[in-house]
């Protein structure tokens, strides 16, 4: 009986640490990689980004290309249509 309590608890401990030698080590990773992407700092950092990009946009004489300008256009005038429906 005690030879199967031993080898029951042989068995469990190497499954657990197999566990998190594999499966554990890279659900942390992705963890970790989630909580560096949404960081503070990197959201500060983006949002001067976009800032210091909207100054500079608004320095250039057009923003946008022609053509570009001719697809919002088209683009607000169906949304608009279809706000209206």
Request: glycine content about 2%.
């Amino acid at each position: 009986m005690k030879f199967f309590i031993y080898k029951s608890l042989i068995i469990c401990l190497l499954t657990f640490l197999m566990f998190h030698l594999t499966l554990g080590y890279t659900i942390r990773s992705y963890k970790n990689k989630i909580f560096n992407t949404f960081s503070k700092d990197k959201i500060v950092f983006l949002k001067e980004q976009t800032r210091n990009e909207i100054k500079k946009s608004l320095k250039k004489e057009n923003m946008l290309n022609p053509e570009d300008a001719k697809l919002l256009r088209d683009f607000i005038n169906k949304l608009i249509s279809e706000i209206n429906y």
